[in-house]
């Protein structure tokens, strides 16, 4: 019997030569993740068990990107305590301030994270590294705590879904409207507990941001991982990026899928999902007039460089609408600093835009960005569910980068080709 | 273990942003996180609410972040237990580690809001007027894990050895 590249990674992990899906493993981690939220009610447990160290200095990572910089006191002090226990146990990947970006963003930037690892991460976005044919899986704090202690950690084995996706891709879509389409298809627990794994010749086709994006979201279709094929892009990518050793696992041909979806590329178009669901997902041209009181152009869903560029293309030379604001929020100080050299900053300025330092701030309504109440968003996100950016009566639309910023342009959501 | 409580119904697909807004999220004290417990969509739930109460919900409940704070929440207000037609997987995990007992069981629609209701957690029997729903069993594993007094006394328990 065949196994997925799921079963595969964890298979190898747990020092098994097979397992199957429903199996619960013990398995070994080679990343632990956790941020300036989840991170304080680890440190909480930690002591309460009264650890003395982690399994590994080197593999826990402590990103303080979601109320950065620092909202309020309470934030900064959760920051400050995390802060002194990077330093009392000689964390080696801490970053907060000029170092920081956006985790999901940061962590393959910087190389720490390779094909073949398994990575944990108390934030539910960890599964974004299933682009590099890792399998990765956001969990609580209290099993961060655990794993950061042990470095390894029990899991139950998702079945797989497998997404084929076959044609050519047209103009200004992308990973996004992919994502969007399927999670609009299944829903919002369509693929529960489950690996949500991506090939084909379409997938191939795309852009290694475009498969963060796609991987990102398969936790609002209640996805336990999404996962991806290493291709000459993901080596290329490695290559750049790292020095780690990393190890290449393939699906087998006779591999056993829950379900299996062929999806033909061709047909799907610029995609909106509709307060205040992911699943809520409509095609640009059916919406009639909606308009638009703010734009929010990043996080770790769309806030890598290529979206940067997609909003610039669109934004040159026009204005962002006298009623719309229009927040860029660059995932890292590495794309911040490439958009710049670029020259997007300038269309960006040019157009009226806010360019904002990395932060996931307005994604979660936490600031930099917050909505009152009726005041509606369009925003490359991953969450549009009730009051995620700010007041329980506000609403968020999910869109890829060109729709938004067309909608920035409008004031209303927008195709690209409008402008 | 028997409890009886009142039920409070939330429909499909509750998530962590309505159990728990995020803004909250810099605080860490279970009885903070309470006072703002379902306040997106029931402003008043954490002053409605009684220590025993049970949530009663429809699918996927929990989905969307893996903030602990959710769990934390909703048992700082005193509720024991949430029954729900299917949980998101993070929260699944998160609710166990945090002592929130979760009971898979389709009974949301023939519930009224208030009604009394007990459960036998062992048998996961749910019993209200004159009709009793067994819950699905929670996965040995699971309750193993709750026997050897949850992940973190079981982690604590290997530390001291």
């Given at each position: 019997m065949g196994m997925t590249i799921t079963e595969k990674i964890l298979a190898s992990h747990a020092g098994k030569e097979f397992v199957e899906p429903g199996e619960i493993i013990d398995a070994q981690i080679d990343l632990a993740l956790a941020n300036d939220i989840t991170a304080p009610l680890s440190l909480e447990e930690f002591e309460k068990v009264g650890a003395k160290d982690v399994f590994d200095p080197e593999k826990v990572v402590l990103v303080m990107d979601h109320f950065t910089p620092n909202k309020d006191i309470l934030s900064a002090e959760n920051c400050k305590k995390i802060r002194e226990f990077a330093a009392e146990h000689k964390i080696t990947h801490f970053y907060e301030g000029g170092n920081c970006g956006i985790e999901h963003a940061l962590l393959p930037e910087q190389g720490l994270v390779v094909a073949g690892d398994l990575v944990i991460g108390a934030d539910s976005h960890t599964c974004t590294y299933g682009a590099m044919g890792a399998f990765a899986t956001g969990v609580g704090s209290t099993d961060l705590t655990y794993g950061m202690i042990k470095g390894h950690i029990w899991f139950k084995v998702p079945e797989s879904i497998r997404f084929h996706c076959y044609g050519k891709w047209s103009k200004w879509v992308t990973g996004k409207d992919l994502i969007l389409h399927i999670i609009g298809m299944i829903g919002v627990d369509g693929a529960l507990y489950a690996a949500m794994e991506f090939d084909g010749e379409a997938i191939s086709a795309l852009s290694m941001d475009s498969r963060f994006t796609i991987a990102n979201m398969a936790i609002e279709a209640g996805g336990k991982n999404g996962i991806f094929r290493v291709d000459e892009k993901t080596m290329l990518y490695m290559k750049t990026h790292s020095k780690k050793p990393y190890r290449v696992f393939e699906s087998d041909p006779d591999a056993r899928y829950r379900q299996v979806f062929e999806i033909d590329a061709s047909k799907i178009e610029l995609n909106v999902a509709c307060p205040s669901l992911p699943s809520n997902v409509k095609n640009v041209r059916e919406l009639g007039d909606v308009d638009i009181d703010q734009v929010i152009i990043g996080s770790c869903t769309n806030g890598r460089i290529s979206d940067l560029e997609a909003a610039a293309q669109v934004l040159e030379g026009n204005k962002v609408s006298g009623h719309t604001r229009c927040i860029i929020i660059p995932a890292t100080p590495k794309i911040y600093r490439q958009a710049m050299r670029e020259g997007y900053f300038d269309i960006f300025l040019d157009a009226g835009c806010i360019i904002s330092p990395p932060t996931c701030g307005p994604c979660l309504g936490g600031h930099m960005g917050v909505l009152a109440k009726g005041e509606r968003a369009v925003a490359t996100t991953n969450r549009n569910f009730i009051g995620r950016m700010g007041h329980p009566e506000s609403e968020v639309y999910l869109a890829g980068p060109a729709v938004a910023a067309a909608s920035a342009i409008k004031g209303r959501i927008a195709h690209p080709e409008e402008i | 273990m028997l409890i009886k409580g009142r039920v409070w119904k939330f429909g499909d697909n509750i998530d962590t942003d309505i159990i728990i807004p995020a803004k909250y999220l810099a605080m860490t004290d279970p009885k903070s996180l309470g006072e703002h417990c379902m306040e997106p969509i029931a402003p008043s739930f954490h002053e409605k609410v009684m220590a025993g109460d049970i949530i009663v919900s429809g699918s996927n409940f929990g989905c969307g972040s893996s903030r602990e704070h959710a769990p934390i929440?909703?048992?700082?207000?005193?509720?024991?237990?949430?029954?729900?037609?299917?949980?998101?997987?993070?929260?699944?995990?998160?609710?166990?580690?945090?002592?929130?007992?979760?009971?898979?069981?389709?009974?949301?629609?023939?519930?009224?809001?208030?009604?009394?209701?007990?459960?036998?957690?062992?048998?996961?029997?749910?019993?209200?007027?004159?009709?009793?729903?067994?819950?699905?069993?929670?996965?040995?594993?699971?309750?193993?894990?709750?026997?050897?007094?949850?992940?973190?006394?079981?982690?604590?328990?290997?530390?001291?050895?």
């Open positions: - | 929440a909703i048992s700082a207000l005193g509720i024991p237990l949430v029954i729900a037609k299917s949980f998101a997987r993070i929260f699944y995990r998160n609710a166990f580690n945090k002592g929130l007992a979760l009971l898979e069981a389709d009974i949301i629609d023939n519930i009224d809001e208030g009604e009394e209701i007990g459960i036998d957690l062992s048998s996961g029997v749910i019993r209200w007027r004159d009709m009793e729903v067994t819950a699905k069993p929670i996965p040995p594993f699971m309750v193993e894990l709750i026997n050897k007094g949850g992940l973190i006394n079981y982690l604590k328990k290997q530390l001291e050895e």
